[in-house]
């Protein structure tokens, strides 16, 4: 009916089992289960024996293909796949997380071209290397409000919103 054997842990069927429960019921007591309801579960498409291990790698999956048709690790905070995959909110829980993240997880995030793990740290970096090749080409750290990179970056807005938060940074 569903396609997967991955019901949510509350789903009901529609006469009221608790259908969800049950899977994870089969799942937390794996070891107890004879050796052919093993088989018979393994053999549903798309069955796990751990689900947010699944979740990890879907989310994992779902960044490499973001990485090869946009050519960075960096999806906008509320991106979301064509299939509804929510992957900028699954790449800040990953940045969150990274202190309990595996070194494996770690390091497969980092081998992502542009992965990183503050991005706003990255971007002010990005900023202020564009100002520097300002400062180079033009003599001085004064670009005016309306100057722009050939990237298209608004660096007299940027120059200036540093001098009014001077204070809080």
Do not use: C, M
Not at 58 to 71: R, S
Not at 73 to 78: E, M, N, Q
Not at 143 to 150: D, L, R
């Amino acid at each position: 009916q569903n396609g997967d054997a991955k019901p949510r842990q509350t789903f009901k069927t529609s006469d009221g089992y608790a259908l969800g429960a049950w899977v994870s019921s089969q799942r937390r007591n794996r070891e107890s289960l004879s050796q052919d309801r093993i088989t018979r579960l393994e053999s549903l498409k798309a069955w796990t024996w751990d689900p947010l291990v699944d979740q990890w790698n879907d989310g994992y999956a779902a960044l490499t293909e973001y990485v090869a048709q946009n050519g960075d690790a960096k999806p906008p905070h509320l991106f979301k796949t064509l299939d509804g995959f929510a992957l900028g909110p699954w790449v800040t829980t990953q940045r969150q997380k990274k202190n309990s993240l595996s070194q494996d997880r770690i390091a497969r995030l980092e081998s992502l071209k542009g992965w990183t793990w503050d991005p706003r740290a990255d971007q002010w970096n990005d900023s202020y290397e564009a100002l520097s090749e300002y400062v180079a080409q033009s003599g001085d750290a004064q670009p005016p409000q309306t100057v722009t990179t050939p990237a298209g970056f608004r660096i007299g807005v940027w120059v200036n919103s540093q001098r009014q938060n001077r204070a809080i940074l």
